[in-house]
């Protein structure tokens, strides 16, 4: 394991070598039930010999700064001629593909997936996506776990989107699990009342560092809200604090210990679900909020997490009928995206809120979300109820001319430049 200042020397000598591929683990908020059926064991093509080393961490030096600054100029000077390269190469199906985050369940069609076999090598070939989320019911053993992301690596052309879940605190799709033996950690308000940032930090860092040994490259977290409703019903100690420049202060921190630990992570539930009374996992959702009130308030742990480097947001599927209209939810309204873009800066990945969750699957088909999410400047759609039916919305809607292949490859493009950027794709990877 390396820590402090050795992180900057390492990380500086892979970017002049060339950045080595790793898995990601992309894992939105989402109360994921067990699947129904029978568990289906599938012949595994190759088994690879993976060594798992994971020691709980406490405080850890800072990365150095001057190899962060570094490594911002070197990314800065190749990833778009990179990304540009490889998005020549894709053919329109593989380019639609992308743009989805889904269940390794919805990408096989098998009850439940614990295994990275045949079936998964077929499947991901021929229905490339962009990630697949894992749920504890996934996680069974460290060395089972470990095996099943490095094979489906090894089936994708186009390295994969490996996410998970794993705020700390209440939500814990891998620490769970008492054979993983993750580093207990505790809710994120406790942390934000210590007053200690660099608490947040190593929450960061040690969930990035333990994650990534197991082969994930990509954390659903830190959650981004203020606890600004005392009767919010979803987020309340998953957040860090009710005061903004609290919770501005520890998400900051966190996401610079995700990115120490080379951790994708992912600031949600923008544009902020801790002012909501409803749940969006049973129920539409909204804000009363203005824009000015959000902009003091809501906004400012995003800002901070977007001013540290995150490479991800995920959009909420929340109304804001004082900004927008009272019908779409955040995640399809082009106003919302627009303002995080432009507003706050946001030259990331957006991702949506899983689309399973009763505030969309309630009023929308797969297709009709998919779609209107894409419009509206989405990147990726997370957990579609009907997968399937939602690429063939995508499809319908490039051939009438609702959408175009030159928006695809915008989303595209983004996706690939986080991938290439933490170096889960290579020169010659897809070649």
Same mark, same amino acid.
């Not at 994969?160 to 879940?165: A, E, K, L, R």
């Not at 939500?171 to 994120?188: A, H, Y």
């Given at each position: 394991?390396?820590?402090?200042?050795e992180?900057? +020397?390492? *990380?500086?000598?892979?970017?002049?070598?060339?950045?080595?591929?790793?898995?990601?683990?992309?894992?939105?908020?989402?109360?994921a039930?067990?699947?129904?059926?029978?568990?289906?064991?599938?012949?595994?093509?190759?088994?690879?010999?993976?060594?798992?080393?994971?020691?709980?961490?406490?405080?850890?030096?800072?990365?150095n700064?001057?190899?962060?600054?570094?490594?911002?100029?070197?990314?800065?000077?190749?990833?778009?001629?990179?990304?540009?390269?490889?998005?020549?190469?894709?053919?329109?199906?593989?380019?639609?593909?992308?743009?989805?985050f889904v269940?390794?369940?919805?990408?096989?069609?098998?009850?439940?997936?614990v295994e &990275?076999?045949? %079936?998964?090598?077929?499947?991901?070939?021929?229905?490339?996506?962009?990630?697949?989320?894992?749920?504890?019911?996934?996680?069974?053993?460290?060395?089972? =776990?470990? =095996?099943?992301?490095?094979?489906?690596?090894?089936?994708?052309?186009?390295?994969?989107?490996?996410?998970?879940?794993?705020?700390? #605190?209440t939500?814990?799709?891998?620490?769970?699990?008492?054979?993983?033996?993750?580093?207990?950690?505790?809710? $994120?308000?406790s942390?934000?009342?210590?007053? /200690? &940032?660099? +608490?947040?930090?190593?929450?960061?860092?040690?969930?990035?560092?333990?994650? *990534?040994?197991?082969?994930?490259? @990509?954390?659903?977290?830190?959650?981004?809200?203020?606890?600004?409703?005392?009767?919010?019903?979803?987020?309340?100690?998953?957040?860090?604090?009710?005061?903004?420049?609290?919770?501005? /202060?520890?998400?900051?921190?966190?996401?610079?210990?995700?990115?120490?630990?080379?951790?994708?992570?992912?600031?949600?539930?923008?544009?902020?679900h801790?002012? =909501?009374?409803? !749940?969006?996992?049973?129920?539409a959702?909204?804000?009363?909020?203005?824009?000015?009130? @959000?902009?003091q308030?809501?906004?400012?742990?995003?800002?901070?997490?977007?001013?540290?480097?995150?490479?991800?947001?995920? $959009? #909420?599927?929340?109304l804001?009928p004082?900004?927008t !209209?009272?019908? %779409?939810? &955040?995640?399809?309204?082009?106003?919302?995206?627009?303002?995080?873009?432009?507003? @706050?800066?946001?030259?990331?990945?957006i991702i949506? !809120?899983?689309?399973?969750?009763?505030?969309?699957?309630?009023?929308y088909?797969?297709?009709?979300?998919?779609?209107?999410?894409? *419009?509206?400047?989405?990147?990726?759609?997370?957990?579609?109820? !009907?997968?399937?039916? &939602?690429?063939?919305?995508i499809?319908?809607?490039?051939?009438?001319?609702?959408?175009?292949?030159?928006?695809?490859?915008?989303h595209?493009?983004?996706?690939?430049?986080? *991938?290439?950027?933490?170096?889960?794709?290579?020169?010659? /990877? =897809?070649?």
């Open positions: 394991m390396i820590l402090g200042e992180i900057g +020397r390492v *990380k500086k000598l892979v970017l002049v070598i060339g950045l080595s591929a790793m898995t990601v683990v992309f894992a939105g908020c989402v109360k039930e067990r699947s129904a059926g029978v568990v289906h064991a599938e012949v595994p093509v190759t088994r690879s010999e993976v060594e798992i080393t994971i020691t709980p961490t406490a405080a850890v030096e800072r990365g700064e001057s190899g962060q600054e570094f490594r911002d100029v070197i990314l800065e000077q190749s990833i778009p001629d990179e990304a540009d390269g490889l998005l020549s190469q894709m053919t329109l199906e593989e380019k639609v593909y992308q743009l989805f269940t390794p369940e919805q990408l096989t069609g098998i009850g439940q997936v &990275a076999g045949q %079936t998964t090598k077929e499947s991901i070939e021929k229905y490339p996506v962009g990630g697949i989320v894992y749920f504890s019911q996934n996680i069974e053993t460290r060395e089972q =776990t470990a =095996t099943m992301l490095n094979n489906l690596q090894s089936y994708s052309r186009i390295p994969v989107f490996t996410g998970v879940d794993e705020e700390g #605190g939500v814990r799709r891998v620490g769970s699990n008492s054979l993983i033996g993750m580093t207990e950690i505790p809710d $994120m308000l942390i934000g009342e210590s007053g /200690d &940032a660099s +608490r947040a930090y190593d929450v960061g860092y040690t969930l990035g560092t333990e994650c *990534k040994a197991l082969g994930f490259n @990509l954390d659903f977290a830190p959650v981004a809200d203020v606890y600004s409703n005392p009767e919010n019903t979803v987020i309340g100690n998953r957040s860090f604090s009710t005061d903004p420049g609290v919770a501005a /202060d520890m998400v900051g921190s966190c996401v610079e210990g995700f990115h120490v630990a080379n951790m994708i992570c992912t600031l949600k539930h923008f544009p902020g801790g002012d =909501t009374f409803a !749940d969006s996992h049973y129920t959702a909204s804000t009363q909020k203005s824009l000015a009130e @959000l902009e308030e809501e906004f400012l742990p995003f800002e901070r997490g977007i001013d540290a480097g995150a490479d991800l947001v995920m $959009m #909420g599927h929340i804001t004082s900004i !209209d009272s019908y %779409t939810p &955040a995640s399809l309204s082009s106003e919302m995206v627009s303002i995080l873009r432009n507003d @706050l800066n946001f030259k990331g990945v949506t !809120d899983a689309m399973n969750m009763a505030a969309i699957s309630d009023y088909s797969s297709s009709e979300a998919s779609v209107a999410a894409i *419009k509206a400047g989405v990147d990726m759609i997370l957990m579609p109820v !009907d997968f399937h039916a &939602a690429v063939t919305g499809f319908e809607a490039l051939e009438n001319g609702e959408l175009t292949e030159t928006m695809i490859d915008e595209v493009r983004r996706i690939l430049e986080v *991938k290439i950027g933490h170096g889960l794709i290579v020169k010659g /990877d =897809t070649e």
